[in-house]
Each structure stands twice: as C-alpha cells, then as structure tokens.
C-alpha cells in the first residue's frame, strides 16, 4: 500500500551522525511557538503505521539532512523507503535485487562487512581493537585523533573499503558490526552483527536496509546511548520520539524495511558525477 | 590569525598543518549514509610544493596560515641568500636556498619573480614563465640542419643546461619557458 506521512514532526531522529533541520510552528493566537523537525527519513511514522497494522508500506518522499552538501549530498533528497512484514533482510535484498534487474542493474552478489573490511585492511571488523583501527587510520590520512571504535569504521570503511567496491559493480554488503546497528537487530552469534545491509553500485552507496530491531525497550537504550553521544560530540540534544516507542510497545510485526537514495539512482542510471547534475535546483540555486 | 571550521574549506585557502603553511587544492564531502562524516583534502605544502592527503572530522578546524604572494624583482645572490626588492615598498627580502631552489638557475638579476612569504618570510620564489639567456658553451651549430629535430646541450650564463636545437650557435641569446626548462626560440 502506498502511504504518505508527515515531513514535519515534534520529534526527530537522534542518530548523532545526522543532524535534522528545525522550524518552528506559531500557534494562531501567537501566545507560543514549537519547535518543529524536517524528516530526515520517514522511518519513525512508517513504523507507527506497521505497528497499527498496515501490512506492507512504501513510500516516495523528500528527506531533509542539516549539513550534508557535496558531491553525493544535497541536503534535501528523496527516498523510497518500504517495509515488509514476515521479510528479514535477505528476503530484502531479494526483492531490491528484482526492482533494480528492471532497472537494468544486474547485482554481482553479496559479501559480509566482514569480509570486504578483511581484505582491504586484513582486520577482523567484530573483534579488532580500537588501538588497531586509529593506527590504520592515521596511516590512511586521518588528522582527527578520534577513539571512537564507529567514528574509526566509518573511516576505514569509507577511504579503505569503498574503492574496492568501485571495482565489484553491483553489491550488497550485510552483516555490519554492532557499532553500526542504528534501527536494525542484532545477531545472538558472539560478537554479534548488525542485520543491515548497504547496496553499493561501483563504490556509491545506494540504499540502507535493516531487519528491524521490534524491541521497544532496547530501542530506547540505543536512542539514549544516542543522546549520550550527541552530548559527549558537544551535538544539541533532540527529543526521543516517544510516540514511536509507544507504537514499539504495542508491537512491531517482525519486518524488514530499505530506504533507497533516489537522487543516486539517478546518478547511477545517468552516469553523472556530481548529484547536482540530477537536481533542477540544487541547494544553492534553490 | 583565524581558524577556518571544515565547511569554510575551499581551494586556494591557506591553513597550517603539521606546523607548515599549506594551500587547500581540493575538498571532498565524504559521508556514509549513518555514519560520520568527513572531509577529505588535498593540500600543497608551500615549503616543499608536495601535494599531500588528509581526512578531518567534518567541524574541525585549522588554523589559517599568513600566506602572501607578492612580485618582487630580483636583485643579486651573496652565494647563500638570494635578494629580492618589492618595488612598490622598496621593501628586501632575502630567500634562502630551500625556498629559492629551481628557480635560481633562471636569475641573473633584474627578473620580476612572485614571492610566497609566510610570517614575512619567503618561503617559495617562482621565476618569470619566460626567461631570454646566453648561451656560454655548446657545441658549433650544423648550418641548414632546421628540419631534423635533433638536439644538443647547451650551458646558459646562469649555469643551467638546457636541450637546444642543433642549429643554435654558442653565444646567442635565446628563450626559455621556466616552467618546462625547454627552449622555445631565439630571442629577437
């Protein structure tokens, strides 16, 4: 079913990595004003959907990311995100896979995190140590001293891994390290993986999709361990969408759910260089 | 001196990295989809004029650097210091060998070259595009040989050895484009 949410809500993503833009509504009598988020995804309220029974969703929306501007990035962008009850991530990736052979994109396959990470850097992702990763990452240019065992991933995944992928074509990478799960469940293996997967099409990363974590109890430690983060980054505190938790609490069918970057579909179908080149009004012409 | 946060990051700007002063030659935005986001630059040393690469956390900063170029013309070399005078301030500045380098087998005085100074300091001199010199020593030019694109060393009065054509005699005055060290012509 197609569905169409709000792109302003009272609460917001608190992911420290991702910064929501804010606006404030005037109430008519001017007596007070809120503050209000532009989605940065329409996860929270697709999920509320879920949880008070929809069946399967889909939407095409735009999504807001405060700062994100380059060459893959403008800071207002559209995604299509859909979510399927009963699917786990490898179901996904499965049906991803069939929308893009009719698209003409052919996927070459599917490679852990794991292994992707160990033959770029020879480290074990799951259990290297944080010493071990800044001292790559020093060597591979990071100025930043950084001890953050996701903050040093993201760095070696982005400048060490991706442009081994710019030589794979079409991949799914899955199974990402607990660092990184953001919305999605944990393995019971030991260390435990994150049920997400990334599509990469030649080093560009294309859609992020999740086997999704249902329990609320959990979700609110990761969205507190969050703002710890947020806080710790000298980041503003957001509200916890506490209406998400509540909907959580009342059930999330087991699902599987995939946001994909349209903006970069397109770059991708059209071979452009820069996202720019598939927006009429980029940011700054906007 | 400021300090410039990583979203103020563009080519040309000079920043201090590793306490050396650098140009910023290019910027990129790189950020994975949840995670952290970077930027990644690429800088000239302005010391060594080597192009390095270095990866920031997006929102830190640098401190900028006090980075000047100006045109100076060059005035003599006491065999270590290289002197220079801005001829607007009537301003000297004496360049040592490190920032002088390639540049000295061009001079041999009068030439308008750009200083980069650093604090004040030269740091890098850059010699005119063009420079007419005379040649000291080569060997006797082949009369009528215009067509066979051969070559010959040729040492000019400022020490450097450049390939001229075969045709060149020893005592003429010819240019030459600093940027390649390649011959271009005789000089009219």
Known sequence: MEVETPVLSQASVTDPHIQSLETRLHLSDCSSSNVLYLQTSPEFHMKR?????????????????????????????????????GYDHYDLMDELGELLAGLGLVVNGRIPYADVFMDATGLDPHSVTVKALGKLA???????????????????????????LETKGIVFIYDFPEPQAALAKLTDSCPARAERFELFVYGIEVANGFHELCDAEEQLMRFEGDLQRRSEAGKKPCPVDMNLIAALKSGLPPCAGVAVGIDRLLMVLNDARHIDDVIAFPVDRA | ?????????????????????????????????????????????????????????????????????????????????????????????????????DAAQWLKGEEICTATLWNGVPISISPPNFVTLQITDTDPGVRGDTATGGNKPATLETGAVVKVPLFIENGEIIKIDTRTGEYVSRAA
């Open chain 1, 138 to 164: 020093r060597e591979r240019g990071l100025a930043s001293d950084n001890k953050d065992r996701c903050e040093l991933l993201d760095f070696i995944f982005s400048h060490c891994v991706v442009p081994e």
């Open chain 2, 1 to 101: 001196m400021a300090t410039f946060s990583t979203n103020e990051f563009k080519t040309g700007l000079k920043v201090m990295l590793e306490n050396d002063p650098c140009a910023i030659v290019e910027n990129e935005y790189v950020k994975p989809g949840k995670g952290q986001a970077f930027n990644r630059v690429k800088l000239r040393n302005l010391k060594t004029g080597r192009v390095i690469e270095r990866t920031f956390k997006s929102g830190d900063t640098l401190e900028g650097a006090d980075v000047l170029d100006i045109e100076v013309q060059y005035l003599y070399s006491d065999g270590e210091l290289w002197h220079f005078m801005d001829q607007t301030s009537y301003e000297q500045y004496a360049a040592d060998e490190k920032a002088t380098g």
């Open chain 1, 49 to 85: 959907l879920l949880c008070a029974g929809s069946g399967p969703i889909y939407q095409i929306s735009r999504v807001f990311r405060n700062g994100e501007s380059g060459r893959f990035h403008n800071p207002e962008f559209t995604l299509l995100e859909w979510y399927r009850p």
